[in-house]
Structure formats: structure tokens, C-alpha cells
């Protein structure tokens, strides 16, 4: 009997499929128009190229920029530069606007609403180089114009714009943070306290514990600028009460602002007192839970 050939026995091998490769690559100006387009979600990584050119943009120090040549007639064109599908122009157009508020304010003025919210979009971007950028510019702005920015023709681009730069101040990214932090200083600084105050109450308490942290840390800053007579009309038993909220909170950041604002509160409280330690278990036991009341006069030392 004639044996069967082994190699009938074995089934045909499939032919494998070629796999296909995902395309990577996309020129710079499709990246360009990805970023300030179509897409303008911060969670989306830059590919490498565009990694690259950000490296290549310079951040130039407020003390580095010069006037503009001819601002009544570059005034005009700044918005179209700031909306422009070119990231590199919107960087340009970002730092004249920069050069705008410290040089020629009021050319800005009538349109800053306008450049803050255009500024609120750069932040959002993906761009290390834009997102950057942008806060510098916010910095800028708040040195030029202070208190005018908290006008009620400018009030909800402002509320944006600080709602960001919380955002920024508490990412991971060192660079980004670190420049959001000094513009929350700066815009400290710019202001007077009380109004701002107000403004950063909601974002003290925000659902985000990063924000919440930034916040509480601002308005320990705006509370050490103020007097007292200040704080009493912003209201001291709304601030501990604040406090003692903060004090429970679980990033140490936002903890330590607590304890900042229950020191200044406490020298506003015992101002006048002779027995400063009564006056000030009395406030707080009149004005919080008895639990938070202890954990709260603990802080001062008597």
C-alpha cells in the first residue's frame, strides 16, 4: 500500500494580510490649522514637529518689549491677527498685543474685551508656545489695566480669563504653571483687593480641588493687602467660614491658604481687644460648628 504524502496532510498556510501603518506624518501648516481650527482640546498631544517649533518661539520678558511704529494704524489689524488660522501669527499678534497694553493702553481699551477672550482660546490650545504666550499677555493686561478690567463690559471675559489661568496655575506642566502663578501675583497685585474679592469666591469653592487650591491661595494674597476696615466690609465671619471650609480640604495647597486667611482674620477680630484669646474663641465658636470652632482658634497661637 502506497503511504499517503505528508505533505497533503498538512493544511495550506493563509496568506498573511499585509498590516497597514497608521500615517504620522502632516505638514506644518495642516498641524496649524488642526490646533486653531477644528480641534482645540488641551488633551490632544502636538506631534513632534510641532513640539519642535514651539521650542523655536522666544519669550520675550515685558522689560524686552519696545513700542510699535505706527500703533493707530496696527491697532486695527490685531484682532484679525490674534484669529488667524497661523499659529505662529496669532504668537506675533499675541505679543503685540502685550506691547498694546504697556505702550499704548488706551488704543487697547475699547477692544480688550475682544483680546480676552481671544486669550481664553489661546490658553485652551494644545500649543505650549500659545498657551504660554497668552498668559504672559494676560499679565500684561492686568499690570495696564487693573481695575478697569472688572467693568461690567469686561466682567465676563475677565471671569473667563481668571477661570483659565486657576486652570493653567494647577497642571502639571512646570513651565505653564509656573507663568500662570506669576500672572495670578500680578493680577493680585494690580487690583484692589476687595473687588477682586468677590470675584474670586466662586472659584474658591469650585468642584476642581486644583482650582479651589490656586483660589484660596489668591485671596490669602488679596487679604494680606487689605486693611482691616476692608475685610470687615467684605465680611469676617464669611471668611472664616471660608476657612474653615479650606482647612478640611485635601491638597496640603489649599490648606495652608486656610491657615493663612484664619491669621488675618484673627488680627482683624482682636484689633481692639485687651483679652484677645476670649474675643477670638468667642467669634469663632459664635460663627462656626463646634469641631471646626476648635480646629480653627487652635491655629493661633495664644
Known amino acids: 500500500m502506497a503511504l499517503r504524502s505528508l505533505d497533503n496532510a498538512l493544511p495550506a498556510t493563509a496568506q498573511e494580510r499585509p498590516k497597514k501603518h497608521p500615517k504620522v506624518a502632516m505638514s506644518m501648516q495642516k498641524q496649524s490649522e488642526q490646533v486653531l481650527g477644528g480641534v482645540n482640546d488641551e488633551n490632544v498631544a502636538p506631534l513632534t514637529p510641532a513640539v519642535a517649533a514651539d521650542a523655536a518661539v522666544d519669550y520675550v520678558s515685558s522689560e524686552n518689549l519696545k513700542p510699535i511704529t505706527d500703533p493707530e494704524i496696527k491697532i486695527r489689524g490685531l484682532i484679525e491677527g490674534l484669529e488667524s488660522k497661523d499659529w505662529l501669527k496669532v504668537c506675533e499678534a499675541l505679543n503685540n498685543a502685550r506691547r498694546f497694553a504697556l505702550y499704548h493702553s488706551t488704543l487697547l481699551l475699547p477692544i480688550i474685551d475682544n483680546v480676552m477672550l481671544v486669550l481664553v482660546k489661546a490658553m485652551k490650545n494644545p500649543r505650549s508656545a500659545l498657551c504660554k504666550t497668552s498668559i504672559m499677555a494676560s499679565s500684561d493686561i492686568f499690570q495696564a489695566f487693573g481695575d478697569n478690567l472688572l467693568d461690567s463690559t469686561t466682567s465676563d ?117 485687651e483679652e484677645k484669646q476670649e474675643a477670638w474663641q468667642s467669634f469663632c465658636q459664635s460663627n462656626l460648628p463646634a469641631i471646626d470652632a476648635l480646629a480653627i482658634v487652635k491655629i493661633v497661637p495664644k
Open 157 to 273: 471675559a475677565f471671569d473667563n480669563m481668571l477661570l483659565q489661568l486657576l486652570l493653567k496655575a494647577s497642571q502639571d506642566k512646570k513651565f505653564v504653571c509656573e507663568e500662570a502663578d506669576r500672572a495670578l501675583n500680578t493680577m493680585v497685585v494690580s487690583m484692589t483687593p476687595l473687588p477682586l474679592l468677590h470675584k474670586l469666591r466662586a472659584s474658591a469653592s469650585h468642584a476642581n480641588p486644583r482650582i479651589r487650591a490656586k483660589a484660596a491661595t489668591s485671596v490669602s494674597h488679596c487679604l494680606s493687602k487689605m486693611e482691616i476696615e476692608g475685610m470687615k466690609e467684605y465680611g469676617l465671619v464669611s471668611l472664616i467660614q471660608k476657612a474653615a471650609n479650606l482647612l478640611n480640604d485635601r491638597l496640603p495647597e489649599a490648606r495652608e491658604a486656610a491657615r493663612s486667611i484664619v491669621t488675618l482674620v484673627y488680627k482683624a477680630v482682636t484689633e481692639s481687644e
